[in-house]
């Protein structure tokens, strides 16, 4: 049910919903028409998106490992000062904003605990009683502070593109304004996070396939180096795809995790000292966690002593995780990193993606590591085999890949791609 009446009239105004395309190819694969572009700054991958009436533009970090839209709003007491927007979002700015109001004994209504979030205080911690919300991520930072509801929806850096064409795809959207930030989140560029870990709560996704904006509950992110597209209502770039788009099960109630079978470092599978010793490290826990809003990929800490071997073995070199000198001769050696999941599909992490270049002042210049170069050149291996449980395949790992996530069938889509038409 519409909410608003900006928005309901805004929907009939430009009767513009997205449509599904024809791919015979593609008939169990949930395709559509929209997308926006992605783009890679300091680590994460961001997406534009413009909030209230008159908007208010918000770059976020687009996430699949956690649930939530979150950002600083005013009165901001402790935020960060380093964020992409320079104003922090201002609620009584805009005509269409709802504050979710809170009851102590009808919490239900407030967003985020009635979705399993963070909830956090009382009632009274707010002005007019609004919804307070707390949430702490695993590398230590923490947000805390009140709930709005306004009209969301994504698009590009373009400001008057973003209105004349993807505002049609406004929904009325429950969001986190942020009043503290502790830790890393503080001083990051990104204005916020938009969490897509949809598999049990309401994301924007949801509520625009609800509304109607979308023509399936699925969505679909393909990285490059420098951005990428992300694809609402399911994948908008089967012809960009080099193979036919495996799918594979999801295998948690919570997060975006798949089933691991094999690990091969170069052309080894690694052994262990039983028969699934491999496969049940990475399927322990959480299992095989793909999560966009982490920049490094890292491995089950179990298996460390027959990656490293065959790591060494191959490079006649020891593997670490701090600044290192390569020449030409020596990376081009380095072995890809395949994790076989358990439809068969090879997920193949390339050097080019898991070894990231550093720029320092008066070193050798950025490189295309594809491609022959002279001298050294400065790099990070961002491949940790160190994670106490289960495995997270960071953004580094979905380099070069569209990959789909397909909320009604709980099925992960994955195909190597282009990734951008350009």
């Known amino acids: 049910m519409c909410r608003h009446f900006f928005f309901c009239t805004l929907l009939l105004l430009l009767n513009a919903v997205p449509t599904v395309q024809s791919d015979n190819k593609y008939l169990d694969i949930p395709v559509t028409n929209f997308s926006v572009p992605l783009f890679f700054s300091m680590g994460s991958y961001h997406v534009n998106i413009y909030v209230g009436s008159p908007p208010q533009r918000r770059l976020v970090i687009i996430d699949t490992g956690s649930r939530f839209l979150v950002f600083p709003c005013k009165p901001c007491r402790k935020c960060g000062n380093t964020h992409f927007s320079k104003q922090y979002f201002d609620p009584s700015f805009s005509t269409t ?18 979705n399993n979030g963070g909830y956090s205080g009382t009632c009274e911690d707010f002005d007019e009683k609004s919804c307070p919300f707390y949430q ?61 870990t949809s598999l049990w709560h309401d994301t924007a996704v949801d509520v625009m396939y609800r509304e109607g904006v979308i023509p399936h509950r699925a969505f679909s992110l393909c990285f490059t180096p420098q951005g990428g597209t992300l694809s609402l209502g399911g994948t908008a770039l089967s012809h960009l795809h080099s193979e036919q788009m495996a799918t594979e099960p999801i295998t948690s109630s919570t997060f975006y995790s798949v089933e691991v079978i094999a690990c091969m470092v170069g052309d080894v599978e690694l052994k262990g000292g039983s ?26 800490h179990i298996i460390e002593p027959a990656f490293v071997k065959v790591w060494e073995d191959i490079t006649s070199s020891r593997y670490h995780n701090k600044r290192q000198k390569l020449t030409w ?12 999941l358990s439809s068969g599909y090879k997920w193949v992490i390339e050097p080019h993606s ?66 951008t038409s350009e």
């Open 136 to 196: 702490a991520y695993t590398e230590g930072s923490s947000i805390k502070g009140f709930e709005v509801e306004d009209l969301v929806w994504f698009g590009t850096d373009n400001f008057e593109q973003s209105i004349k064409v993807h505002m049609q795809t406004a929904i009325p959207f429950s969001f986190g304004c942020e009043t503290h930030e502790k830790g890393i989140i503080a001083s990051q560029y990104a204005d916020g996070i938009m969490g897509m």
């Open 275 to 300: 028969e699934n010793f491999i496969a049940n490290a990475f399927n322990a826990g959480k299992g095989t966690l793909i999560d966009s809003g982490t920049t490094d990929t890292y491995i089950t």
């Open 354 to 419: 898991y070894m990231e270049q550093i720029l320092v002042k008066g070193g050798p210049p950025f490189v295309d590591t594809r491609s022959t170069w002279n001298g050294n050149v400065i790099f990070v291996n961002r491949l940790y085999v160190d994670e106490p449980e289960g495995t997270v395949l960071g953004s580094n790992a979905m380099i070069g890949y569209d990959i789909l996530f397909d909320i009604d069938k709980h099925t992960l889509g994955i195909a190597k791609s282009k990734c």
């Open 97 to 114: 904003d709802i504050k979710n109001q809170c009851n102590e004994h009808e919490n239900e209504q407030c967003f985020f605990k009635k």
């Open 329 to 340: 001769s020596q990376f081009k050696i380095l072995p890809d990193i395949t994790i076989v």
